[in-house]
Nanobody, 123 residues
Framework: QVQLVESGGGLVQAGASLRLSCAAS????????MGWFRQAPGKDREFVGA????????DYTDSVKGRFTISRDNAKNTVYLQMNSLKPEDTAVYYC????????????????WGQGTQVTVSS
């Protein structure tokens, strides 16, 4: 059974930093790419970024480029989302997800999802 568990969310002020973690268990060897998504109240789920399990390729949505960094620790089967210079518009529930097949579009095709962790940025 595949499980993804996010942690690290919280309430911070604008300009602060947070690091989210996503611990993966189960068939991790078959994951091709790990992604981060977020969903703000009343809005559609949004792709934040993704990293291949090898770590060689990473992609971000434009709104977080230069502020967010995705990394992974394969020994711990964990993917991280380092969020710096947080803004109130970053407030959302953040989800990690895994895709086991190749898609050229890094935002597509995810098979497994975590339960989400809340990030709230106050102004």
């Amino acid at each position: 059974q595949v499980q993804l568990v996010e942690s690290g969310g919280g309430l911070v002020q604008a300009g602060a930093s947070l690091r989210l973690s996503c611990a993966a268990s189960g068939r991790t060897f078959s994951y091709y790419r790990m992604g981060w998504f977020r969903q703000a109240p009343g809005k559609d789920r949004e792709f934040v970024g993704a990293i291949t399990w090898s770590g060689r390729n990473i992609d971000y949505t434009d709104s977080v480029k230069g502020r967010f960094t995705i990394s992974r620790d394969n020994a711990k089967n964990t993917v991280y989302l380092q969020m710096n210079s947080l803004k109130p518009e970053d407030t959302a529930v953040y989800y990690c997800a895994a895709v086991t097949k190749y898609y050229s579009d890094y935002s597509k095709g995810y098979d497994y999802w975590g339960q989400g962790t809340q990030v709230t940025v106050s102004s």
